[in-house]
C-alpha cells in the first residue's frame, strides 16, 4: 500500500540548483526517518541524506553544505534543495525510508548536471 513518488529533476548547468519532491502514501511519515539516494550510471544505489520524525539530518560528506533535505509531514512530502549542483551529482535520485525497504522503491527522477 505504501507509494513513493519522485518529482522534480531535470536537466541544469553546473552551479545551478533544483528542488527535488518525493510524495507517499501510507503510514511512513509516521513511523520511519526518510532518506534520499541516487544511483549514477553502472554504479550502486547510494545514500544522499537523511531526516528523522524530530528533523534531525544526516549528510552524505560529498552534498554538506550543498543539498537540504527537509519534510512537510501535513502533505506527506520529502524534499531535497540542491544547490551548487557538480556534474559528478547526475544520477537518478530515489527516496525511500531509512533503512530502505525493497518494495519502496518508485521510478526516480533524473537529474543531469552538464554544460
Known amino acids: 500500500q505504501v507509494q513513493l513518488v519522485e518529482s522534480g529533476g531535470g536537466l541544469v548547468q553546473p552551479g545551478g540548483s533544483l528542488k527535488l519532491s518525493c510524495a507517499a502514501s501510507?503510514?511512513?511519515?509516521?513511523?520511519?526517518?526518510m532518506a534520499w539516494y541516487r544511483q549514477a550510471p553502472g554504479k550502486q544505489r547510494d545514500l544522499v541524506a537523511r531526516i528523522t520524525r524530530l528533523d534531525n539530518t544526516n549528510y552524505e560528506d560529498s552534498v554538506k553544505g550543498r543539498f537540504t533535505i527537509s519534510r512537510d509531514n501535513a502533505k506527506n512530502t520529502l524534499y531535497l534543495q540542491m544547490n551548487s549542483l557538480k556534474p559528478e551529482d547526475t544520477a537518478v535520485y530515489y527516496c525511500n525510508i531509512y533503512p530502505t525497504r525493497p518494495d519502496y522503491w518508485g521510478q526516480g527522477t533524473q537529474v543531469t548536471v552538464s554544460s
Open positions: 501510507g503510514s511512513i511519515f509516521s513511523k520511519y526517518t
